[in-house]
């Protein structure tokens, strides 16, 4: 019996195998738009798929960025400044890609823009604290995809998704576990609905990478922003020791890879270039052999394991 179950594991590996490296043909002719395209993971990728042959459409928040792309890529690739928290913003992007694609649609979209800061104890948090970080992301990429999904209609195309293994398991509070855990909900209820229109939708789910958004001293200025903002009765609750103990750990589950952005940008790729992609795609092995299995642990294991492992607040009990 073991023999066969062993049997059906393989055959099935080597069936995905297979699948997966069948590609999409004429690449050259596909446009690719791409939010967050500054520096991190979009910027990376831009880049990645400029070298492929793809005709990138690159959004960045600020001229300076944009330029410093341009000055990095061929003449393929073009840029638009774009602020996905204003619709505004999205609508001008919008008339913008319409242009250059013209009849032949978008073919990928790919929502990477996002902030991360202040993953803190929700009781040092104000409720705009949390909105901030939804509005850009989870209702700038609803309003960002919802204003292009005719364009990738119109491709049969892509649209990738990038979520963060935070959106599988919140593990500190604050907005950005939230604002994941819906971009999960909106690409799965968009998976299913656009596959009738040819449409495939995956999601990325990041373990912890050094971008912009994770360096150090930016994010540990916010966790030093939200501590010094909470009143004396908070600050009395967790104690001084607290944030310095956090800090700590949140360094500590650094790993060797998390300076390796091509570990994500892979799965990006694949995704907008594999005739079967996936649905979902784990990137780092922290996301793979840690936080994806603790996902599906019971819950009275996981809160004992963070429990044990988490700074304590001075009055804990």
Sequence with gaps: MWLYLAVLVVLYYLL??????????????????????????GNQ???????????VLAACLTEQGAEQLRKQTSDRLQTVILDITK????????????????????WGLV????????????QWLTKQ?????????????????????PLVRKARGRVVNVSSVTGRLALLG????????GVEAFSDSLRRELSYFGVKVAIIEPGYFLTNLTQDEAFHESLRTAWNRSSPEIQELYGDNYLPDLMKMLDFLKAPWAGNLSLVTNCMEHALTACHP???????WDAKFLYLPMSYMPSFLVDLMV????????KAL
């Design 307 to 314: 429990y044990w492992n988490y700074p304590k607040p001075a």
């Design 174 to 181: 604050g907005g950005y576990s939230m604002s994941k855990y």
């Design 111 to 122: 929502n990477n823009a996002g902030i991360c800061t202040m993953m803190v104890p929700n």
């Design 87 to 106: 619709t505004e913003s999205v609508a001008v992007a919008t008339e913008w890609v319409k242009e250059r694609v013209g009849d032949r649609g978008l």
């Design 129 to 149: 604290d949390f909105m901030s970080c939804l509005e850009v992301n989870l209702l700038g990429v609803i309003d960002v995809t919802l204003s292009l999904l």
């Design 45 to 55: 990728l831009a880049r990645q798929l400029d070298l492929r042959g793809l005709r």
């Design 278 to 284: 996936r649905s979902r795609y784990s990137a780092g």
């Design 16 to 41: 995905r195998w297979s699948r997966e490296r069948q590609m999409v043909s004429h690449l050259r002719d596909k446009f690719v738009f791409i939010t967050g395209c500054d520096s991190g993971f």
